[in-house]
Nanobody
Framework: QLQLVESGGGLVQPGGSLRLSCTIS????????IGWFRQAPGKEREGVSC????????KYADSVQGRFTISRAPAGTTVYLQMNSLKSEDTAIYYC???????????????????WGQGTQVTVSA
């Protein structure tokens, strides 16, 4: 399993931007896809984005497509989520998670992510 720590959350106005970071430690992080999930109060956790172990393959939820960009540093030990054009509905706790395999699970199946960070709060409000 990996150890993951998120950072970069905060308060931002609608239309603004934030960049979240996920710092990864453990053996062979490039053998694990990394996903970003979020959970808003009273709602179920949802998958936001995922990148493969090499960082060459990426996927996004429809709700963030075109606004969020996931990237992975060459060493594989940091994954970023650049969030632009933020909306109030993006308010949530954001978690990064390490997948069992190097490829992203279909439909962000959370059962296939076995390492989770503690989360970072993102609040979009005027």
């Amino acid at each position: 399993q990996l150890q993951l720590v998120e950072s970069g959350g905060g308060l931002v106005q609608p239309g603004g931007s934030l960049r979240l970071s996920c710092t990864i430690s453990g053996d062979n992080p490039d053998l694990h896809a990394i996903g970003w999930f979020r959970q808003a109060p009273g709602k179920e956790r949802e998958g936001v984005s995922c990148t493969s172990g090499t960082g060459s393959w990426k996927k996004y939820a429809d709700s963030v497509q075109g606004r969020f960009t996931i990237s992975r540093a060459p060493a594989g030990t940091t994954v970023y989520l650049q969030m632009n054009s933020l909306k109030s509905e993006d308010t949530a706790i954001y978690y990064c998670a390490g997948a069992v395999h190097a490829m992203c699970p279909v439909n962000f199946q959370s059962a296939l992510f076995n390492s989770w960070g503690q989360g970072t709060q993102v609040t979009v409000s005027a």
